[in-house]
């Protein structure tokens, strides 16, 4: 059974860096495309990064691009999103999602209606 669970958000300061962590249960992360979404109060939940499948290529928003990276750890089966210099806005709970289609596919794309399994969520709060 394909479980995804998040972790590592919280409350850091404008400026400040968090790394949050996607623990992956039930397949090979590794295999397939993983992607990051944020949704904000009252926002939409919107795409921020994403990673192709064995080492493809990687997406980012224009707002994150620059200050976030997306890294795998095959090992471990998991993906990491590290955020430096964090500002307000991106402040929301963030999600990591898998999409079950994309064996072996090296590009992905961060939309929400290609990910069909989803974590719970975890907050990051920007805020001094």
């Known amino acids: 059974q394909v479980h995804l669970v998040e972790s590592g958000g919280g409350l850091v300061q404008p400026g400040g860096s968090l790394r949050l962590s996607c623990a992956a249960s039930g397949f090979t992360l590794s295999y397939y495309n993983i992607g990051w979404f944020r949704q904000a109060p009252g926002k939409e939940r919107e795409g921020v990064s994403c990673i192709g499948s064995s080492g493809g290529t990687s997406y980012y928003a224009d707002s994150v691009k620059g200050r976030f990276t997306i890294s795998r750890d095959n090992v471990k089966n998991m993906v990491y999103l590290q955020m430096n210099s964090l500002k307000p806005e991106d402040t929301a709970v963030y999600y990591c999602?898998?999409?079950?289609?994309?064996?072996?596919?090296?590009?992905?794309?961060?939309?929400?209606?290609?990910?069909?399994?989803w974590g719970q969520g975890t907050q990051v709060t920007v805020s001094s």
């Open positions: 999602a898998t999409d079950s289609k994309s064996r072996g596919r090296r590009s992905c794309v961060a939309a929400r209606g290609s990910y069909d399994y």
